[in-house]
């Protein structure tokens, strides 16, 4: 029977929080590839990704002291990095423009919201796919019209497997989609 020695987050929050580098550097490194993951969600560059990183593990820093429960430090911190890309994308995503008119009517803002809401997510779920079916779903989306022999040359597979486990991440795709509730009827 296998014990696991690693203290829990709450004693590691209140170690860094005592001035202990080595507990600091412990919460770092657990909880760095979760916010890799929400950052990622926001489909920055490798550079912008990077800056937000730092940030918030600047800010968790400066702010560590006002965390009264270690427990939720993973939601404290993800709260962090998701204000952070929102600032990044506001900044990086404003249209200067003199004619309001240009912009369209508010159906079609409401659309790109949606749409853009809708990419997100789709990301998210992209991600809870077995790792065969993520690669493959990445792999033809990367150009307009892929090809299955291109496809599979790049990825090392029969061709005839393309298709069925095309399908097979489809479906569990548009299960997911529907244990979310997103709908077609939702998205007209």
């Known amino acids: 029977m296998h014990v696991d020695t690693r203290p829990d987050t709450a004693a590691l929050v209140s170690a860094a929080q005592d001035g202990d580098a080595e507990a600091w ?17 926001f489909r920055l560059g490798h550079e912008d990704a990077q800056d937000v990183l730092q940030t ?56 790109e919201l949606a749409r853009i809401w809708l990419a997100g997510t789709l990301a998210e779920l992209v991600e809870e796919l077995p790792a065969a079916q993520r690669v493959l779903f990445r792999a033809l989306t990367e150009t307009s019209e892929p090809h299955y022999v291109d496809v599979a ?4 597979r029969p061709v005839g497997s393309i298709g069925p486990t095309r399908a097979r991440c489809f479906a569990r795709l548009r299960g997911l989609l529907q244990a979310r509730e997103i709908t077609r009827d939702f998205l007209d």
């Open 25 to 41: 550097e412990r919460l770092v490194e657990e909880f760095s590839p979760m916010l890799r993951a929400r950052i990622r969600r």
């Open 153 to 156: 040359r790049r990825l090392g």
């Open 56 to 111: 918030t593990w600047l800010l968790a820093w400066q702010n560590l002291g006002s965390v009264e429960d270690g427990r939720r430090m993973a939601g404290w911190l993800a709260t962090i990095a998701f204000r952070e890309c929102l600032k990044l994308t506001r900044r990086t995503r404003e249209v200067c423009t003199a004619d309001l008119d240009s912009l369209g009517s508010t159906d079609d803002v409401d659309r």
